[in-house]
């Protein structure tokens, strides 16, 4: 009986875990619900994962749903521990005889502090030894591209928290870009616009609701409508309205700009040979964002470059870090050691 070897894309909105030899066995939000203990006076979980999903916005007085993640890196520390020590009791089991091996992807951008946190929140979280994987990376091989040969390959990564963006060729990243214009910030641009346009509030969760249901990152003929409820900014009482998916691709707009800004930036410093590589495989779309209605369109629109959406693209990073452990003498030159 071996350790086992976990692979978790630590994502902004969602944890997705990747077992070895069992694939993805779990998918759940990155959120955390916190009820002050009266007598030690220090914060206690009430609820992990979906469960404190259902909670934002709906607790009483002395419980928080937080999301310990933002922007594709720690934010709470001391929660993101709890966080990874609940999914590692979860799989492993809380007794066990040997420590997980766990491979953790990290944001391409992210700073040689940012990824010592995760990898000291992992080990005290319970494993064994825990590497890191540039989700650009993780991506890649979770959408069997073949990252090892000479040839360039473009994979773009839209989550909650960060865009990624990042040319690969012979297993390493060439070029990248990793901006915070993602899945949340679309989700902030539909609520103000909402505020805005009909002085309605409405809670985050709903304005996600909207974005899965009707969202779109090109104007669509027909259109899709949606009713939406939330409360009136003048009244003050609840109220419904009916929006439809054309507004809703106008307030997304400024943040879909943003991620256009950097593939094109991307495009711009990518070496003439790999260039071409580029033009003639297309680039590959991955993570939530991908799941939006017409990104796809969007981005081959405005960069003349074919852009495709992966296969299961939600869980494509989470795949790629499971893989990386297992077949790790092969990817090790293409790792993130945090010193």
Same mark, same amino acid.
């Given at each position: 009986m071996f350790?086992?070897?976990?692979?978790?894309?630590?994502?902004?909105?969602?944890?997705?875990?990747?077992?070895?030899?069992?694939?993805?066995?779990?998918? &759940?939000?990155?959120?955390?619900?916190?009820?002050?203990? &009266?007598?030690?006076?220090?914060?206690?979980?009430?609820?992990?994962?979906?469960?404190?999903?259902?909670?934002?916005?709906?607790?009483?007085?002395?419980?928080?749903?937080?999301?310990?993640?933002?922007?594709?890196?720690?934010?709470?520390?001391?929660?993101?521990?709890?966080?990874?020590?609940?999914?590692?009791?979860?799989?492993?089991?809380?007794?066990?005889?040997?420590?997980?091996?766990?491979?953790?992807?990290?944001?391409?951008?992210?700073?040689?502090? &940012?990824?010592?946190?995760?990898?000291?929140?992992?080990?005290?979280?319970?494993?064994?030894?825990?590497?890191?994987?540039?989700?650009?990376?993780?991506?890649?091989?979770?959408?069997n591209i073949p990252i090892s040969g000479p040839s360039g390959n473009l994979i773009i990564g839209i989550g909650g928290g960060t865009a990624e963006i990042a040319v690969i060729s012979l297993g390493g990243i060439v070029v990248s870009r990793s901006v915070r214009f993602a899945g949340n910030k679309l989700d902030e641009a539909i609520t103000s616009f909402i505020r805005r346009r009909y002085n309605l509030m409405i809670g985050e969760r709903t304005a996600e609701d909207v974005k899965i249901q009707i969202g779109s990152a090109l104007p669509m003929d027909p259109e899709l409508t949606m009713e939406v409820r939330g409360r009136d900014l003048i009244a003050g009482l609840p109220r419904t309205i009916t929006v439809g998916s054309n507004e809703i691709t106008e307030a997304m707009e400024p943040v879909l700009q943003q991620i256009v800004n950097a593939v094109k930036g991307v495009l711009e410093e990518t070496p003439p040979e790999l260039a071409s590589d580029v033009i003639d495989k297309g680039m590959v779309l991955t993570g939530g964002g991908a799941l939006l209605r017409n990104m796809d369109k969007l981005l081959t629109q405005v960069t003349g470059v074919a852009c495709y959406v992966a296969e299961n693209p939600l869980y494509c990073v989470a795949k790629g870090t499971g893989l990386a452990l297992e077949h790790l003498d092969f990817f090790r030159r293409s790792l993130v050691l945090a010193h």
């Open positions: 350790a086992k070897q976990i692979g978790i894309d630590l994502g902004t909105a969602n944890v997705i875990v990747y077992v070895r030899g069992k694939g993805i066995v779990l998918t &759940e939000p990155s959120v955390v619900a916190l009820v002050q203990d &009266e007598d030690t006076r220090s914060p206690r979980i009430v609820a992990v994962g979906e469960e404190a999903r259902l909670m934002i916005g709906r607790t009483p007085g002395g419980i928080t749903a937080l999301k310990p993640m933002r922007d594709g890196v720690i934010a709470d520390y001391v929660i993101t521990e709890h966080l990874l020590r609940h999914f590692i009791n979860k799989i492993a089991g809380r007794v066990r005889l040997f420590q997980p091996e766990l491979m953790i992807s990290v944001p391409s951008g992210v700073t040689s502090v &940012e990824r010592r946190a995760v990898k000291d929140a992992a080990i005290r979280a319970g494993a064994r030894s825990a590497l890191l994987i540039e989700e650009p990376l993780a991506a890649a091989i979770g959408a």
